[in-house]
T-cell receptor, first 115, second 115 residues
Framework: ETGVTQSPTHLIKTRGQQVTLRCSSQ?????VSWYQQALGQGPQFIFQ???????GRGNFPPRFSGLQFPNYSSELNVNALELDDSALYLC??????????????FGEGSRLTVL | AQSVTQLGSHVSVSEGALVLLRCNYS??????LFWYVQYPNQGLQLLLK??????LVKGINGFEAEFKKSETSFHLTKPSAHMSDAAEYFCAVSPSGAGSYQLTFGKGTKLSVIP
């Protein structure tokens, strides 16, 4: 069983630039969520995708956007980067409609540094 | 609205001693509750979950947690700490029912185990 994989693992950007982070879901999972984990904090929910549509969003501005593809992989895009966007971005997949409700399987994250 | 408060950002125990990590939640609807563990430079891994069945929940690696509605608590315990338990632990809450994978996490408790 292949786990959740994220790329890149580390990246450095400057203010105002744009970034795309990628995630491959665990085999058999059809729901993808993205979380932002700032240093010393717990993860914060950004949004969730199911069947290629966003079906839940946290308190993040529109410059945070995403996509889910037919193979259930996903992208997180952040435009107009700000210093406060520096964080670990975690992708989590899950199997909607199963007994494993709420169980998220996380990747190791993409660490973004904005200078 | 939901929230989670983890008491103590850092807990130290001796190897073989009891581990107790505290979590209190606030939720306007019956909650699902989770404990996740994060090892250095890794994503989060589910330890255990409460989904309105038995109030005492057993998880992996010898951990368990008890849901106490009257105290709005979901504390994590392990009878005997092992060096490999050193990690950061996050309590999380979500609304009950299928379809919602939006977890609200606490700020985490870093557990150190002293030989």
């Amino acid at each position: 069983e292949t786990g959740v994989t994220q790329s890149p693992t580390h990246l450095i950007k400057t203010r105002g630039q744009q970034v795309t982070l990628r995630c491959s879901s665990q085999s058999g999972h059809n729901t993808v969520s993205w979380y932002q984990q700032a240093l010393g904090q717990g993860p914060q929910f950004i949004f969730q995708y199911y069947r290629e549509e966003e079906n839940g969003r946290g308190n993040f501005p529109p410059r945070f956007s995403g996509l889910q593809f037919p193979n259930y992989s996903s992208e997180l895009n952040v435009n107009a980067l700000e210093l406060d966007d520096s964080a670990l971005y975690l992708c989590a997949s899950s199997a909607a409609g199963t007994a494993r409700t709420g169980e998220l399987f996380f990747g190791e994250g993409s660490r973004l540094t904005v200078l | 609205a939901q929230s989670v408060t983890q008491l103590g950002s850092h807990v130290s125990v001796s190897e073989g001693a009891l581990v107790l990590l505290r979590c209190n939640y606030s939720s306007s609807v019956p909650p699902y509750l989770f404990w996740y563990v994060q090892y250095p430079n890794q994503g989060l891994q589910l330890l255990l979950k409460y989904t309105s069945a038995a109030t005492l929940v057993k998880g992996i690696n010898g951990f368990e947690a008890e849901f106490k509605k009257s105290e709005t608590s979901f504390h994590l315990t392990k009878p005997s700490a092992h060096m490999s338990d050193a990690a950061e632990y996050f309590c999380a809450v979500s609304p009950s029912g299928a379809g919602s994978y939006q977890l609200t996490f606490g700020k985490g408790t870093k557990l150190s185990v002293i030989p």
